[in-house]
């Protein structure tokens, strides 16, 4: 079965420092990948995602992704964090199941960033 | 362009009380999803529609939710008996044409049931 797995439920950083949340994903096929933020009180916002090609990509926020088929993974990144960005992370696999298209989500990553 | 429309933004009623979410998504957007949110979880899918006609509802509790879409439009989302476990943030998604899209959220109807 398709899943998701989000390890690491709340993470901690402090202002300027470098961020990797973490994402493995249960998937037969080739996958569509997706991290999404959601702010309190808010829905979910688009930061990237991944169809194929460039294993690295670029999001919005100053965020960027890696796809490694190998490990099965798809881990989030930034290099130097800002109080803006807490908020909770989600990772999202776009699957196809007898014709249909859905997205499962992880369980999300609450990020807390120190001043 | 005008994103995913949720009314109300939240509710409070008592359980074994009725309730409907609204969802007005992209215009043009085929399809439709309704995510149930429990608070510390991932959104769960509850049911997704094609146009008008329902393409997957394998995880809706049909004894007590509904939801319909009218003309592929609109659409509403119904709990009828609510119970205490139904709290939770009830996201509406839309999502144009093709396989290499991604999902539109609306900001949510957060339901707290006393």
């Known amino acids: 079965a398709q899943s998701v797995t989000q390890p690491d439920i709340h993470i901690t950083v402090s202002e300027g420092a470098s961020l990797e949340l973490r994402c493995n994903y249960s998937y037969g096929a080739t996958p569509y990948l997706f991290w999404y933020v959601q702010s309190p009180g808010q829905g979910l916002q688009l930061l990237l995602k991944y169809f194929s090609g460039d294993t690295l990509v670029q999001g919005i926020k100053g965020f960027e992704a890696e796809f490694k088929r190998s490990q099965s993974s798809f881990n989030l990144r930034k290099p130097s964090v800002h109080w803006s960005d807490a908020a909770e992370y989600f990772c999202?696999?776009?699957?196809?199941?007898?014709?249909?298209?859905?997205?499962?989500f992880g369980t999300g990553t609450r990020l807390k960033v120190l001043a | 362009e005008a994103g995913v429309a949720q009314s109300p933004r939240y509710k409070i009623i008592e359980k074994r009380q009725s309730v409907a979410f609204w969802c007005n998504p992209i215009?043009?957007?085929?399809?439709l999803y309704w995510y149930q949110q429990i608070l510390g979880q991932g959104p769960k899918l509850l049911i997704q529609f094609q146009n008008n006609g329902v393409v997957d509802d394998s995880q809706l509790p049909k004894d007590r939710f509904s939801a319909e879409r009218l003309k592929g439009v609109d659409s509403t989302l119904k709990i009828q008996p609510a119970k205490l476990e139904d709290s939770a943030v009830y996201l509406c998604?839309?999502?144009?044409?093709?396989?290499?899209?991604?999902?539109?959220f609306g900001q949510g109807t957060r339901l707290t049931v006393v």
């Open positions: 215009s043009g957007h085929a399809t």
């Open positions: 998604a839309s999502r144009p044409q093709g396989i290499r899209t991604e999902a539109f």
């Open positions: 999202a696999v776009g699957t196809t199941t007898s014709g249909t298209y859905k997205y499962i």
